[in-house]
């Protein structure tokens, strides 16, 4: 098993081993990097319910979301309906660095907040954007495609701050007021993605099915609602262990998210939360934003719709057995 250590009053093990196949970090490293960065970690968890993706020595990385029974007293936690389960979950909360801590012991390296307080009366914090570019692409594709999101909110006369999402791909968050429906936020991430691809439709697009979207950057605007999006200054199971970090506009086109692991982050950081520096004042929705919004279709179920028409034609086309 190895020495055991005690931080924040937590034991820990096995501090020595690889985190994961290509990590270039122990798990040492996790707990450390989860100690420097906490308290502005723990801002963008607080009082969210929390989805942890762990990776266990020889086994694929898995989404936890109920906490397991071995779970200490002392974790914060909510529990919460689950439409699609038809079951009760107990959700964590990251609001202390000491729940960070027991947690980097679990091997939990991805932290995925829900856009929603457990307090879901308040409605969504951010209305937010994932620009996802394809595999082949560099992520210059990304931040070209993020300046499109830029520009669309700016035409209506909305702001947001973005971050590597420490895979490929970048975020852009747009703080809300309380009190805005969840459908209409959704409608108006919609809307903005929309128009983010009229602006350049070779470069980006909202098509949700993989074949239709022809190397294009895809505009992701499914994080609405009771998604979740992992946190910024959260590590990633990627190559090198990067972080989804977050970058000034004017500095976007000189990174990568390879710059940001969990070993170089907190000297880059310093004593710094360009999190919060970066991030605009809560804003409202224009109404002509939500209101094109809700003329476009909610692209999940779009999609789910057009894979049974394509399978069905698929089956009518093909030529009979012998």
Do not use: C
């Not at 692409?137 to 702001?159: C, H, M, N, S, T």
């Not at 499914?222 to 977050?246: C, D, E, K, L």
């Not at 360009?274 to 476009?296: F, K, N």
């Amino acid at each position: 098993m190895g020495s055991a250590e005690v931080r924040a009053g937590v034991t820990l093990t096995n501090l020595d081993k690889p985190l994961f196949d290509g990590a270039e970090a122990t798990k040492r490293d996790l707990v450390d990097y989860l100690e420097a960065v906490g308290e502005r970690l723990v801002r963008q968890l607080r009082d969210r319910p929390l989805s942890v993706k762990r990776v266990r020595p020889g086994q694929e990385p898995f989404m936890q979301k109920n906490l397991p029974k071995y779970t200490p007293d002392w974790v914060p936690r909510v529990t919460v309906w689950a439409e699609s389960s038809h079951r009760e979950v107990t959700y964590a909360l990251g609001n202390d660095v000491r729940t960070l801590v027991w947690f980097g012991n679990q091997r939990a390296v991805e932290y995925h907040p829900t856009l929603l307080l457990a307090d879901r009366g308040q409605g969504p914090t951010h209305l937010i954007l994932d620009i996802d570019p394809p595999p082949d692409q560099p992520f210059r594709q990304a931040v070209l495609a993020a300046k499109l999101i830029r520009e669309a909110l700016a035409d209506d006369g909305l702001a947001g701050a973005v971050k590597t999402s420490g895979a490929k791909g970048v975020h852009v968050f747009v703080p809300l007021v309380p009190g805005l429906a969840i459908e209409d936020v959704a409608a108006a991430t919609r809307a903005v993605a929309a128009r983010a691809e009229r602006l350049d439709p070779d470069l980006a697009t909202t098509a949700f099915i993989v074949e239709d979207r022809a190397g294009r950057v895809f505009l992701d605007s499914t994080r609405a609602g009771g998604a979740t999006v992992v946190a910024a200054y959260s590590p990633r199971i990627r190559p090198g262990t990067t972080v989804s970090f977050p970058v000034g506009w004017s500095d976007l086109d000189n990174v990568t998210p390879r710059d940001f692991t969990v070993r170089s982050a907190p000297g880059q950081l310093g004593d710094r939360d360009p999190w919060a520096d970066e991030m605009p004042e809560p804003q409202t929705l224009p109404a002509d934003l939500i209101e094109e919004g809700h003329t476009i279709p909610i692209a999940r179920v779009q999609a789910m719709h057009e894979g049974k028409r394509r399978a069905r034609a698929r089956r009518e086309n093909s030529p009979p057995e012998t």
